[in-house]
């Protein structure tokens, strides 16, 4: 089965008047099942257009198996700590990464209609803001120095920093509270399930106790590093290599090691 009809919009336009024309769409033709692929954009519009049809919305979707009417869909759930199916009997919206599903054939004939989108006037945008444009993209970074709490204050970051040039460019991650609470960096670098999921090839863990919800942004991280003076902490469950010591002894023992070996 491929794509058998496609609409086409006839003008570009903000989620909330995606969100009605859908909605229009969707009851016109009856339609059950509403896949999109993560995006920004979708983001909004899609959890709109679910409430607007108090249907469910289920995120992070890895695979789909349909049997009979019932649709089995199996997603990333628990803080991406579980893959979790449902059964999807009734009208469902669903959202992938967007490289999870290969495309279909394309169906021989495929229809299309443009749609004249349906504008909110009750919605005005009162200004808008650019968000700061930073150089972090960390989860697009292949190399990843994450911190924690382990680290006693904003100065002592530096650590993080020079291990992280060390290693050819490491991007900073953190945990929530060194972004959301004491606000030493930015919340570009914030790693979990409130933050940022991340997937480098390497994740150095420093003075990161390893909680759930940490643990919920990095879990697809190729090789895992945990730094941390506590052997109980929960991150040595979930690590490839586990260092129990002092940050303020290992990390800069460390950068001076690699420089060395980097220099030979
Ligand atoms: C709804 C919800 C969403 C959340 N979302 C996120 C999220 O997206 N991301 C996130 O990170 N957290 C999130 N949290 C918070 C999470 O539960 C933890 O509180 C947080 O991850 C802890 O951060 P931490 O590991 O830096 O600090 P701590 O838990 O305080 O751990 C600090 C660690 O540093 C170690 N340490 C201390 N001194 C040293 C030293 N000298 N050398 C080496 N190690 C040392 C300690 O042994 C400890 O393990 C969320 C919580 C909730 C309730």
Known sequence: MGVAKAYILSAQIDEASFSETLVDLINANNYSVIAVPVSKFFKTA??????????????????????????????????????????????????????????????TAISTETLQPKAI???????TEEKPKGKVRIEDAELIVSVGRGFKKQDDLKLAFELAEVLGGAE??????????????????????????????????IGISGQPQHLA??????????????????????????????????VPALTKRLKELLKK
């Not at 953190?174 to 991340?198: F, N, T, Y």
């Open 46 to 107: 899609i959890a709109i257009t679910a409430q607007k049809l108090s249907a469910p919305l289920i995120v992070d979707v890895i695979d789909l198996k349909q049997s009979g009417n019932v649709l089995e869909v199996t997603y990333n759930g628990i803080g991406n700590r579980a893959q979790v199916t449902v059964k999807v009997t009734d009208r469902a919206f669903l959202m992938a990464p967007p490289a999870r599903f290969k495309p279909v054939e394309k169906a």
């Open 121 to 127: 006037p009750s919605i005005k945008v009162v200004s």
């Open 172 to 205: 900073i991650g953190c945990s929530r509270p060194i972004a959301a609470d004491l606000k030493w960096l930015s919340e570009d670098h914030w790693v979990g399930l409130s933050g940022h999921k991340v997937r480098p090839k390497l994740y150095v863990a």
């Open 217 to 250: 942004g990095m879990m697809e991280s190729k090789t895992v590093v945990v730094i941390n003076n506590d052997p109980n902490a929960p991150f040595f469950k979930n690590c490839d290599y586990g260092v129990v010591e002092d940050l303020y002894k290992f």
